[in-house]
């Protein structure tokens, strides 16, 4: 198995654009998560679906914040308009079969 | 409250030299815990996880943690570090039911040829 595969592993873009990244989940996993990594907060759970329902999104910090699962296999968050303070790394993982997470690569977000 | 607490936000050690990386939780019932490594630039790995029985548990890399319920712990241990294993550190409790995390903030580890 390849693990989770994130795309595109780095992302520069400017203060008011569009930012969509994905994620591909490990075959057979159930939960996905969308993580954010800043050196000031550290580790932050943004959402997580299970079976590709939203279970709890208290993590999203803003309403520029979204994300979906149309399948099992694919999941997208959104950041629209990006800032400059979205500038991160977003990870993505599955929750394994006993009850670890399997993290991806990330994805490193600058915003200028 | 859930919560992880990593004391230690750097730690230097020698190569050769044993290393303890200390996790603390705060969680009301029986907790699954784990210890990720991140090196930079990259994901999180996953290097050990304790769900029940034996509260020594042995991890990838050399590794092992040790849960002592009284002191809400699970320390990570390794007899000799090796100049690759120099990154960051993380320990995370897992809730039951929702399977969502806590992490800690992290150890940053260094080690010296």
């Known amino acids: 198995d390849a693990g989770v595969i994130q795309s595109p592993r780095h992302e520069v873009t400017e203060m008011g654009q569009e930012v969509t990244l994905r994620c591909k989940p490990i075959s057979g996993h159930d939960y996905l998560f969308w993580y954010r990594q800043t050196m000031m907060r550290g580790l932050e759970l943004l959402i997580y679906?299970?079976?590709?329902?939203?279970?709890?999104d208290s993590g999203m910090p803003e309403d520029r914040f979204s994300a979906k699962m149309p399948n099992a296999s694919f999941s997208t968050l959104k950041i629209q308009p990006s800032e400059p303070r979205d500038s991160a790394v977003y990870f993505c993982a599955t929750r394994g079969f006993l009850n670890e997470q399997f993290f991806g690569p990330g994805t490193r977000l600058t915003v200028l | 409250a859930q919560s992880v607490t990593q004391p230690d936000i750097h730690i230097t050690v020698s190569e050769g030299a044993s290393l303890e990386l200390r996790c603390n939780y705060s969680y009301g019932a029986t907790p699954y815990l784990f210890w990720y490594v991140q090196s930079p630039g990259q994901g999180l790995q996953l290097l050990l996880k304790?769900?029940?029985?034996?509260?020594l548990v042995q991890g990838i890399k050399g590794f092992e943690a040790e849960f002592k319920r009284s002191q809400s712990s699970f320390n990570l241990r390794k007899p000799s570090v090796h100049w690759s294993d120099a990154a960051e550190y993380f320990c995370?409790?897992?809730?039951?039911?929702?399977?969502?995390?806590?992490f800690g903030t992290g150890t940053r580890l260094k080690v010296l040829a």
């Open positions: 995370a409790v897992g809730t039951s039911g929702t399977y969502k995390y806590i």
């Open positions: 679906f299970n079976n590709n329902v939203p279970i709890d």
């Open positions: 304790y769900f029940s029985g034996d509260t």
